[in-house]
């Protein structure tokens, strides 16, 4: 078959300008394609950061302890404790479960927390405050504290708390200045503002404070455990089967952040298949602009195709030669869309460097190979129809032709 | 002399209804091994026609047709695509050559479409007999450039390049001046001489006929001298 690839070829190239017309209509619809992939996975990957990007992706909290029962042997209940009205339950081991989390593949920071409400009273002025103890150096850990910094630093630490850029706004605070702060336990601490910042969600700007953990264990009255462990993975994807993973491993009741985006998934679901629309599109475009041209070039070459099968050139080989020749339109077409497709999406910036107002393409979200395969496969395909009509042309009529 | 082929009864009617031609009427005809004949009758007598199912590209509608002793009637399209390949050359009056191939690319296709490559050994038969064409400074030429004699000495080259038993040519010379004509007709009468290659050749040219040894008349569906 080495020989009907010769040909084929040599149809090909005898052709320039009608073959090279041909290859770059391929790569149009293969650029497409890629353009697609890239926008839609890119699109994703920015709603995805933007909604869940600063949001736990898994998270493990305490449960209130079930009452304990005191059961006689034949069953009978004989006491039970009440359940307390305070929510005082804690993961009391946590220290032991961390180094334990922190070895699943895929976890990229672990922040145990002590979290509860207050109130922030400076002079005249009380806000009504929600409180985050989080481990000193791990304050970027889930959240990008540092990113959202406006003044001072996101840095916890005794005697320090780092507040929204609203709530020190409301309470006339001002780096440097000390504040009151009472947990709903009612213990007080007289803490200084060590930084503010501003992530434009309004809930978080007007109400979150940081604390450091020690800080937030005086306040709530927990000199062990904590109240939260939350989880960051590489791939937010991976976070159903990571929880599973963690559960499996730990007993704790591992939540991933998709539980309750039922309709963020069927949103990007949605724009998945409008994705595919487009991309089976282009597929289409390919497949019958490759027909079309080989149905053209079997029917010009009809009195060649009867010399062959009087030479003795079987069925076979005439359908190889036109089916080759599709696939090679399809290779070189694909290869070249694929490669304009990574041109045209390098000036575009990283999925890390991303700025308003432009397309969140994604470089890596091409799908390169798989363009390439689909187009040879359907440049294949596409010759088939050609490739058998010129396998049936009649030797007399196209050579008397 | 041995049979190299015979038909018999032969019956070819084109079309149906009013548009119904009758063509062959019972024709028979026997070819010996090495026979060097010319075919002749007037136009629409139905040369072509004989020809075309001689080199089994056409089934007569009756009749019956063997050659090298094997049924050419029952023979499947596989059967007979190889049987072609293997033992019939054909030299056609217009449509000869593969026109994006050199000179030398088309003498050895029948061999390498066989082969399922080019060796070798056929580039060297495809030179011999190119050179024996009096080709030897056009072998890798593009056909697309050569003269209507040059083509048709390339086409005569090329039908001999699987060594056929016969070779079948319908107005081989019927686009060329009666120089090129003459080359062509001389080169095949040389290798109907030194390698016992049976030629049929239609024409209306009476000095070519009269060049061959056997001279066929076709009229009226029938052979009549
Ligand atoms: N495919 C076809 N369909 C219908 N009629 C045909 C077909 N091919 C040939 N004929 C008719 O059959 C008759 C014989 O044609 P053929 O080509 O065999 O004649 P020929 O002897 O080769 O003539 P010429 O000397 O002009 O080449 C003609 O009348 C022709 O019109
Ligand atoms: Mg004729």
Known sequence: MLYALKIATRYLTANKAQTALLITGVAVGVFIFIFMSALIGGLAEFILSRTVGDLSHVTIEAEDPDPSLLIAPAGHVLAVTERGRTRNATLAEAETWLPLIEAVPGVRAVS????????????????????????????????????????GSARTGSGLIVLGRDLADDLALSLGQTVRLQSSGGITALLTLSGVFETGNGAMDGARAFVSLPVARTLFAMPQGVTRIEIKLDDLNAADATALRIRALTGLDAVPWTDGAEQLM???????????????FALITIVIG???????????????????????????????????????????GGVMGAALGYL???????????????????????????????????????SILPARAASRVDPVTAIGQ | MSTLLEVRDLF??????????????GLSLRLEAGEMAALLG???????????????????????YEMLDQDMISADDRALTDFRNAHIGFVFQFHNLLPDFTALENVIFPTAVREGRETPTARTRGRDLLERMGLADRI?????????????????????????ELVLADEPTGN??????????????????????????????????????????VADGVVTG
């Open chain 2, 140 to 164: 890798d030429f593009p056909t697309a450039n050569l003269s209507g004699g040059q083509k048709q000495r390339v086409a005569v080259a090329r039908a001999l390049m699987n060594r056929p």
């Open chain 2, 42 to 64: 007037p136009s629409g007598a139905g040369k072509s026609t004989l020809l075309t199912i001689l080199g089994t590209l056409m089934k007569p509608t009756s009749g019956s």
């Open chain 1, 290 to 332: 490759v027909a079309s041209a080989l149905m053209l070039s079997t029917y010009r070459r009809r009195p060649e195709i009867g010399i062959m099968r009087a030479m003795g050139a079987g069925r076979n080989f005439v359908v190889f030669v036109f089916v080759a020749q599709g696939a090679l339109i399809g290779l070189m």
């Open chain 1, 112 to 151: 145990p927390q002590i979290t509860g409400a207050g109130f922030l009273t400076r002079g005249a002025q009380v806000s009504q405050v929600s409180v985050t103890g989080v481990m000193p150096g791990r304050e970027s850990a889930i959240l990008d504290l540092d990113g959202y910094m406006v003044e």
């Open chain 1, 266 to 280: 069927e949103a990007l679901n949605a724009q998945a298949q409008t994705g595919y629309f487009l991309k089976t």
């Open chain 2, 176 to 217: 060329l001046d009666r120089a090129s004509a003459k080359q062509v007709m001389d080169l095949i009468g040389e290798i109907n001489r030194e390698e016992g290659t049976t030629f049929l050749i239609s024409t209306h040219d009476e000095k070519i006929a009269a060049s061959c040894r056997r001279q066929i008349e």
């Open chain 1, 344 to 382: 045209a999406l390098l000036p575009f910036p990283s999925r890390e460097a991303f700025e308003p107002g432009t397309l969140p393409m994604d470089i890596t979200q091409g799908s390169y190979g798989l363009a390439i395969t689909l187009t040879v496969i359907g440049a294949i395909l596409a």
């Open chain 2, 12 to 25: 070819k009617t084109y079309g149906t209804g009013e548009a119904e031609t009758r063509v062959l009427r």
